[in-house]
């Protein structure tokens, strides 16, 4: 039985045919891992050949101050909480414009911060940046938070996004997603953006111009069958406006937060997820396996199982999964990096943030 639905599943994706969300459901629950990693590395290969991406970026959490309340947060902190920080803007220019300036990408993630996350503190910052380091692209906010300075400035999310990206914004991070379903995030972050929210900021973004990312933070409340309907959901608006460049699973990391109690997650859900993810979002060109998250030797193995992408080396410390308990090494050098790649058996190919390739630094 499990040779003949694999079969069938097979059949479907030599086709282009996309996998139902009861496929995605077996490939979670009942298929042989072994095979559905086999499929996903055919499907890798097909997209993107034997290509694993990196890019040279800064990445920086500009505050940690933040009443969303997730439950899985260990980076969030109160107003008067003692970790609390909050960089003013001539800091986050500093840290941003500093020497080493050849890199491709800056990535800023923050927090539901009154004095911080709105429109009014962010564009003068933005477009300064953008005339300091204008070969830089910035990646800049999540859905969740483009969600909050929006409602805070009353006005329509293409209003505020039309802002951004006129300022210098050239692609939204794919956090804040979670997992897209009302029962998990009436458990886990019941003050964020609606599932409905986040998926329509994205569907704006496209709309105006802007290519972003998406992710899935799954190994908490969420069942199997909510994991697919989180993949199905985004392929679903990917085929309304082809505005996603690459999916990112996140594995949730559980120290310092209200779902310790979940656990790490193991090797084999990690490249499962990453399998499930490149079969499932056929119209995705890029999944990332996500090194700071997993780790290198994680990520090499990630790259066999469908992953196509590492993201790269971080100039600057990433805070949010240091504080949940991350060991990664986060100061790993880009020759080390590649040198990782090779090892795995790919190419190294360094691109920018919309995987435009690049000449290797």
Request: hydrophobic content about 35%.
């Amino acid at each position: 039985m499990a040779d003949t639905r694999m079969s069938a599943i097979a059949e479907k994706l030599h086709a282009h045919e996309p996998l139902s969300r009861a496929d995605g459901e077996y490939l979670f629950t009942e298929a042989p891992f072994h095979e559905v990693g086999r499929l996903a590395n055919q499907v890798r290969t097909e997209k993107n050949g034997r290509r694993a991406y990196y890019v040279f970026k800064r990445y920086l959490n500009t505050t940690n101050v933040c009443y969303a309340d997730c439950k899985f947060c260990s980076f969030a902190a109160w107003e008067k909480d003692p970790r609390a920080y909050r960089w003013s803007a001539e800091q986050i220019l500093e840290r941003a414009c500093a020497e080493p300036s050849d890199y491709d990408e800056l990535h800023i993630v923050g927090g539901h911060d009154p004095k911080q996350t709105s429109l009014e503190f962010w564009l003068p910052v933005i477009k300064t940046m953008h005339e300091r380091i204008p070969r830089v692209q910035l990646a800049l906010f999540t859905a969740a938070e483009i969600d909050y300075m929006c409602k805070r400035a009353k006005c329509s999310y293409e209003e505020g996004l039309t802002q951004l990206r006129d300022a210098g914004v050239t692609s939204l991070n794919g956090g804040g997603a979670e997992i897209l379903v009302k029962r998990v995030r009436d458990i886990v972050c019941p003050r964020k953006a609606t599932a409905e929210e986040w998926l329509e900021v994205h569907r704006v973004a496209h709309r105006i111009g802007m290519k972003t990312n998406c992710t899935m933070l799954y190994g908490h409340v969420e069942t199997l069958p909510e994991r697919v309907e989180h993949v199905a959901l985004l392929r679903e608006l990917q085929a309304q406006t082809g505005g996603f460049k690459c999916f990112v699973p996140l594995a949730f990391h559980p120290e310092e937060n209200e779902l310790h109690e979940y656990g790490w997650t193991g090797g084999v859900d990690d490249l499962r997820t990453i399998s499930v993810s490149r079969l499932m979002l056929d119209n995705i060109d890029h999944i990332k396996a996500y090194w700071i998250s997993y780790g290198i030797k994680m990520a090499q193995l990630g790259l066999h199982f469908g992953a196509d992408d590492i993201d790269g080396p971080v100039d600057n410390e990433q805070r949010i999964y240091r504080d949940a308990g991350s060991k990664t090494d986060q100061s790993t050098p880009l020759d080390d990096l590649r040198r990782a790649v090779e090892e795995a058996g790919f190419e190294p190919t360094r691109r920018n943030l919309l995987y435009r390739v690049l000449e290797p630094a």
